[in-house]
C-alpha cells in the first residue's frame, strides 16, 4: 500500500464527493477532522500553531521548484484544442448553466 489504513480513510473521507458527507463538513466540523484516527498522538493545539516539525521537508530551488512533481508533458493539454462550433440546439443545453 501507499499510505497507512488511517491515512488513506483520511484522504478519502475529506475527498469524499458530496460535500455534505465530506469529513470537516458533518456536524463535528474541524473536531471530527482533527479526531480522526491518522491524527492520534498529535496535539491539536501544536498542529494549530504550527509547532509540529515537518517529517521530511524537500529541497527545493525556488518558489516555482517542480522537481518534487510528476513528468505530465506527455499528456495533451485540452484546453489548447480546437473544437467545432455548438449548434443552436447544443447551445440550448447549457442555457442555465
Not at 500500500?1 to 480513510?9: G, L, M, Q, R, T
Not at 471530527?32 to 496535539?43: A, M, T
Not at 516555482?64 to 480546437?82: A, M, Q, R
Request: charged content about 35%; aromatic content about 10%.
Amino acid at each position: 500500500d501507499i499510505c497507512s489504513k488511517e491515512a488513506c480513510d483520511f484522504m478519502d473521507r475529506l475527498l469524499h464527493k458530496d460535500p455534505v458527507l465530506r469529513l470537516g463538513s458533518l456536524a463535528g466540523g474541524e473536531n471530527d477532522i482533527l479526531k480522526h484516527p491518522w491524527f492520534e498522538g498529535w496535539d491539536p493545539k501544536s498542529i494549530r500553531r504550527q509547532k509540529l516539525k515537518a517529517p521530511w521537508v524537500p529541497n527545493i530551488k525556488d518558489p516555482l521548484d517542480t522537481s518534487h512533481f510528476e513528468d505530465w508533458d506527455d499528456v495533451e493539454d485540452k484546453t489548447k484544442c480546437s473544437y467545432p462550433p455548438l449548434s443552436d440546439k447544443q447551445e440550448l443545453i447549457f442555457e442555465d448553466f
